[in-house]
Structures are given as structure tokens and as C-alpha cells.
């Protein structure tokens, strides 16, 4: 079974940071597709960031390249992601989620379409305040 517990969001002023951490377990972090994603209120849920097994490769949707960083601790078994300079539009509810990947050349793929996660998080509220 897999478990993601996400911890970390808050409320911040427009500009600000906040640091979103996922704990889950140090198989699925070495094994499985992990990502971010959010759905704010009234909207769909949308994919954000993910990164490959071997963290060489990062995918980010484009309104937060060059303000979010999504990294792996495979140590402590967790999936972080760092928002800086964040805007009123980035609040929402924010999900980490876990995926298979496929046989074949897994450790480079990367996975960003919501249908691909099967498992979720409870998901953790960032609020940005103008």
C-alpha cells in the first residue's frame, strides 16, 4: 500500500516562500513516478512539477518554472517541493501522488498526467495573500 502524507503549506504574502514536503515510504520514492499537483477552488486539478528517479530530469508546469524546485531526499524517504516567489494565483490545494512507471526505461521517464497517479495524498492548503 502506498501512503503520501504532504505537510508544509500555510498562508504567505504574494512574494514569500513556502516549502511543501511529501513523506511516503523508501520504496516508493526509489521506485515509483512521484509529483506535485493542485487544484484550486472551481478549477481542475492540474499537474505542477515531477522529476525522474534519477533526478536528472525535471518537468514543471510553465506559470511556476523558475519559482518552484522539486527535489527527492531518498534518505528520509520524501518529495519536496520549494515555492518562492509565489503568487495569488498559486494558491491552492496541493497534492503529491505516486504512479507506476513503466518496464522499459523507467528511471528517465516522467510522468505529468493526472491519470497516471493512483495513489494521493490528502493534500495540504496554500493560501497566497495579496
Known amino acids: 500500500q502506498v501512503q503520501l502524507v504532504e505537510s508544509g503549506g500555510g498562508l504567505v504574502q504574494a512574494g514569500g516562500s513556502l516549502s511543501l514536503s511529501c513523506a511516503t515510504s523508501?520504496?516508493?520514492?526509489?521506485?515509483?513516478?512521484v509529483g506535485w499537483f493542485r487544484q484550486a477552488p472551481g478549477k481542475e486539478r492540474e499537474f505542477v512539477a515531477t522529476?525522474?528517479?534519477?533526478?536528472?530530469?525535471?518537468h514543471y508546469i510553465d506559470s511556476v518554472k523558475g519559482r518552484f524546485t522539486i527535489s527527492r531526499d531518498n534518505a528520509r524517504s520524501t518529495l519536496n517541493l520549494q515555492m518562492n516567489s509565489l503568487k495569488t494565483e498559486d494558491t491552492a490545494v496541493y497534492y503529491c501522488?505516486?504512479?507506476?512507471?513503466?518496464?522499459?526505461?523507467?528511471?528517465?521517464?516522467?510522468?505529468?498526467?493526472?491519470?497516471?497517479?493512483?495513489?494521493w495524498g490528502q493534500g495540504t492548503q496554500v493560501t497566497v495573500s495579496s
Open positions: 522529476m525522474n528517479l534519477d533526478g536528472d530530469i525535471l
Open positions: 523508501d520504496r516508493t520514492i526509489r521506485s515509483y513516478a
Open positions: 501522488a505516486a504512479g507506476l512507471l513503466p518496464p522499459v526505461d523507467a528511471r528517465r521517464t516522467i510522468v505529468s498526467e493526472a491519470a497516471r497517479y493512483f495513489w
